[in-house]
């Protein structure tokens, strides 16, 4: 199992940053990828950003050139840097580790961090 632990959020104006850490322990061999993904009220969870193994990242087009992910392997760390929030950015951020068990992936979720961008 892996665990995962979310940071950096808070609450910043609109056209402001903040960067989102998440950090993965347990078996942290077995992951595959890893992303960022977010649920504002009476909203489905949507994925912003994931990066895989290999290094390839991929976008929602709502974050696209505003956004960054990254990650560290050596501190099983991967990151989210958020530049020119826009109130609708204002969500709870969770960050998702995909294990490569056999044929099987599975994801483990971390508990959430808030993000609120003020108008």
């Known amino acids: 199992q892996v665990q995962l632990v979310e940071s950096g959020g808070g609450l910043v104006q609109a056209g402001g940053s903040l960067r989102l850490s998440c950090a993965a322990s347990g078996s942290t061999f077995s992951i595959v990828a890893m992303g960022w993904y977010r649920q504002a009220p009476g909203k489905q969870r949507e994925l912003v950003a994931s990066i895989s193994s290999g290094g390839t990242t991929n976008y929602a087009d709502s974050v696209k050139g505003r956004f960054t992910i990254s990650r560290d392997n050596r501190k099983n760390t991967v990151y989210l840097q958020m530049n020119s929030l826009k109130p609708e950015d204002t969500a709870v951020y969770y960050c998702?580790?995909?294990?490569?068990?056999?044929?099987?992936?599975?994801?483990?979720w971390g508990q959430g961090t808030q993000v609120t961008v003020s108008s």
């Open positions: 998702k580790s995909d294990r490569q068990i056999y044929a099987a992936v599975i994801g483990d």
